[in-house]
């Protein structure tokens, strides 16, 4: 080996800590990064099929490489949302159903942002949940009428017996209270006690 490439080997924090980079099985690399990689699809404008779709492919597509390595978490995690991605401009291609990003480097500070350390998001998903719960019912209504039913302002301000302005100032409030309490959660998981 020569001198170059044994401090590029060493470069690795796992190559440090214990010799070698312990790569996971493909069924273990599936069930860490499948969420995350779904869940960055739909970020980047996919419906649930297609994502279920395109995560299956990214993962056939990976495993089947001669040349793949498992570097370590983070960087597997980045290989895998390129991959997808490449594969969504792929699909979009060939069915033209879907607008891009001009910008994928934006998406993936976001996604970096907005996930962490947590690859696949489900902690943060898990804090949404819990901070949902802390919210009045009818934060929770408004937000659901909004988000999932995709009602209009004037609509939800109807359903709750409130003005437009009313819906709109209580789901701001809701909202800011949600992202308050999932960055507090968040930031009690990835500190040490």
């Known amino acids: 080996m020569l001198a170059a490439e044994s401090s590029f080997v060493n470069w690795w924090p796992e190559t440090q800590a214990n010799g070698c980079v312990s790569e996971l099985s493909p069924a273990e690399l599936v069930v860490r990064h ?15 099929a297609t994502a279920d779709d395109l995560t299956q492919e990214t993962f056939l597509r990976v495993l089947r490489r001669d040349n ?3 570097h370590s978490d983070e960087a597997t995690s980045e290989y895998l949302r390129r991959t997808a991605y490449n594969l969504l401009v792929s699909y979009h291609r060939k069915f033209g159903r879907i607008h891009l990003s001009d910008s994928p480097e934006l998406l993936d500070e976001s996604w970096q942002r907005w996930a962490g350390k947590d690859l696949t998001g489900n902690e943060t998903v898990e804090a949404l949940r819990e901070c949902m719960e802390s919210l009045t019912e009818r934060a929770r209504d408004a937000l659901a009428m909004r988000f999932v039913h995709n009602t209009p302002r004037v609509k939800i ?11 709109r100032n209580l789901m701001q409030r809701a909202k800011a209270q949600l992202r308050d309490c999932v960055e507090e959660k968040l930031r009690a998981i990835t500190q040490p006690s």
Request: contains cysteine; aromatic residues 10%; proline residues 0%.
């Open 34 to 48: 499948q969420d995350g990689i779904w869940r960055y699809l739909r970020l980047l404008g996919c419906d649930a």
């Open 157 to 167: 301000g109807e359903n709750l017996g409130i003005s437009d302005h009313g819906a």
């Open 68 to 70: 793949f390595v498992q």
